[in-house]
């Protein structure tokens, strides 16, 4: 008898230790509770609050919502460069309590090494993790001819395009093999044709290497491109909206009946938020 309740014992610890590395929608990425409120002067600005969000292994998640609604405040914490005020960020289990090699960060404004070449600037975190010479050279080189960059090498960043720039930034990250990227509005200063193609190149590169990568934009249309599913941010608090899953089949055709019910209703949430921020410019603006 007591062998029988020993053994029933074990096997409710195991089924539940089970249960807790195995949910059934394991998802990589975890926001819980997660606020963020900056304190400028007298003024306490709410720019997250209640945020919870999974993100699972391999999906492409977009963060959409008009100027300071906190998209970057919430990419920031996932990153682990601005703690939250309250709640958590968990990632590939792991509490979030700084940045770390399985969050590489693309930013805005391409932050490349000024005085290192293309070839350089992309073997930069390689070498920091003290990564042989010759492993180091053959990756660079898969990294630059992925990203079409192998007649740049040598350059310097300012001898670059901001497309071929942003090229150089995402090699750099890629170099890393970080499982998760996070990028934050990394096509804004781009061109159209430009941006286009660097978003098919990423695609390209998130279907070859099956990363996670969340996204953020102010682009609808964007968004819809890329993402499997859209995160649509209330302006101050910063809150989410709405989680839109987008099911259509990539490539995806920006004149389709489909796409253009979707922009429809995005560009009305978005519009929404977008005249609050609005009012509050106008506001802040009157009491100066
Ligand atoms: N370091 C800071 N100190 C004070 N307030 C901040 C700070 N960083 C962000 N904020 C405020 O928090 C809010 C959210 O800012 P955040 O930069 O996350 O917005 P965003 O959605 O990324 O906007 P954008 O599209 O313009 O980049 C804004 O009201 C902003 O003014
Ligand atoms: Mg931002």
């Known amino acids: 008898m007591a062998t029988l309740l020993k053994m029933t014992q ?23 509770g997660v606020e ?15 945020i919870d969000l999974d993100i699972r292994k391999g999906e492409f998640v977009c963060l959409l919502g008009p100027s300071g609604c906190g998209k970057s405040t919430l990419l920031n914490a996932v990153a682990g460069f601005q703690p ?8 590939d289990g792991k509490a979030v309590t700084g940045p770390g090699p399985d969050r590489g960060m693309v930013f805005q404004e391409y932050a490349l090494f000024p005085w290192m ?20 050279a053959a990756r660079v080189e898969a990294l630059l001819e992925k990203l079409h960059l192998q007649d740049f090498r040598n350059r310097y ?12 930034a995402i090699a750099r990250v890629l170099a890393l093999d970080s499982p998760i990227l996070l990028m934050d509005e990394p096509f804004g200063a781009l061109d159209a044709l430009t941006r286009r193609t660097l978003q098919d190149e990423l695609l390209r590169i998130w279907e070859e290497v099956g990363k996670t990568i969340l996204f953020v934009t102010h682009s609808i249309e964007e968004s819809i491109y890329l993402a499997d599913r859209i995160i649509v941010m209330t302006y101050r608090p910063g809150t989410i909206k709405q989680d839109v899953r987008v099911d259509m089949p990539r490539p995806r055709d920006g004149a389709s009946a489909e796409f253009n019910r979707l ?9 929404e938020e977008q005249q609050r921020f609005s009012a509050d410019e106008i506001r802040s603006v009157t009491a100066d």
């Open 36 to 50: 963020k409120i900056f304190t400028v002067g007298a003024q306490k600005i709410v720019a997250l609050q209640g």
């Open 263 to 271: 922009k429809r209703d995005l560009s009305q949430m978005v519009m």
């Open 157 to 168: 960043p300012k001898d670059l395009s901001g497309g071929m720039r942003q090229r150089v």
């Open 84 to 91: 939250p005020t309250r709640g958590t960020v968990t990632a």
């Open 117 to 136: 070449t293309v070839a350089e600037n992309v073997a930069f975190g390689l070498q920091i993790k003290k990564m042989g010479k010759a492993d180091i």
């Open 10 to 32: 074990d096997y409710a610890a195991m089924t539940a230790a089970t249960t807790a590395v195995s949910p059934a929608a394991p998802s990589q990425i975890q926001v819980r």
